[in-house]
């Protein structure tokens, strides 16, 4: 293990870095790393950022995004980094399983890792954990780190805050959800003081949809979507056919699951995609009622209270079947 001064002692020099997070990432994943990649730099430590995968165009503005490596695309150049890393920082993700086929190399590596997350249940791979399922998102949780753990809050600089807004605003669906607090309101405060366009960073996300992608979203809502009243539950699900129809990228489903769970009688709303290798869920909810735990208990996966995803083996058809045959065990939550 390693404690906060043993840390403190070996940030306190250059050393090599490797920055990664989950499968596909967001903007939370994406805000933290580059916030965190962009507090490092200055301290003048060789950084790099490793994602396992892709991620979406209208997360690719972000300060130090160019210096950004996926997985995927080079793995040797990975392997490398993360062997030669003194120090391995695992964001918004909790268990090596999360970065694929990158999680190998972190597990085997000599490097200490140090999680920073917010899920529930976190493996026990890590040296060191900064580690709370309160906060609202992992951009919360660098932010903390940089300025109450490690004490430097004046290196929250232009870059490192609209990377952290980034990731704050997007895992809190733009301030919205029952976690955004008041300490939230006054870190965003501080970042907006520090720099951080909030105006700019919310057209960058929202406002900038292809027209395919708009498209699409019309197509799931219009012929997609459907109702089951007696379970206060909404379900939309999408085949492989018509991603390709709308030539569907990395990032243009996000979100789609919300416009579900905004109708009024509506406490649990399910996306659920046929991909190439899996059909992937991803579920919100309203109020108490535990969307991670159908996720963990039926579905591979899990996440927090009201947003959760999973995956099955099993096609379409029958992936949405056994959503469905699920929903009797929880109609009293779904109902009251």
Known sequence: MLDLTSLTELLAQPCKIVITTHHKPDGDAMGSSLGLYNYLIQQGHHVKVITPTDYPEFLTWMPGNEEVIIYTDNTELSAQLVADA???????????????????????????????????????????????????????????????????????????????????????????????????????????????????????????????????????LANCLEILPEYHTAIIAVNKADLQRFDINTGDTEGIVNYALSIATIRLAAFIVERTDRVKLSLRSKAEFPANEICKKYFNGGGHRNAAGGHSETSLEETVQKFKNILPEYKKLLVQ
């Open 86 to 220: 003194a120090l391995i920082f695992c964001l918004d993700f909790n268990a090596l399983s999360r970065i694929n086929e990158l999680g190998v190399l972190v597990g085997q590596s000599s490097a200490y890792k140090v999680m920073i997350d917010h899920h529930l249940e976190p493996e026990d791979f890590d040296d060191y954990r900064h580690w709370d399922i309160n906060a609202c998102a992992a951009a919360q949780l660098v932010y903390d780190f940089i300025v109450n753990v490690l004490q430097k809050p004046e290196y929250i600089n232009k870059d490192v805050a609209t990377c952290l807004y980034t990731g704050i605003m997007t895992d809190s669906a733009s301030f919205r959800l029952p976690n955004t607090t008041s300490d939230v309101h006054r870190i965003v405060a501080n970042l907006i003081d520090a720099g951080a366009n909030n105006s700019r960073i919310h057209e960058l996300v929202y406002n900038s949809a292809s027209e395919n992608r708009l498209r699409f979203l019309g197509h799931c």
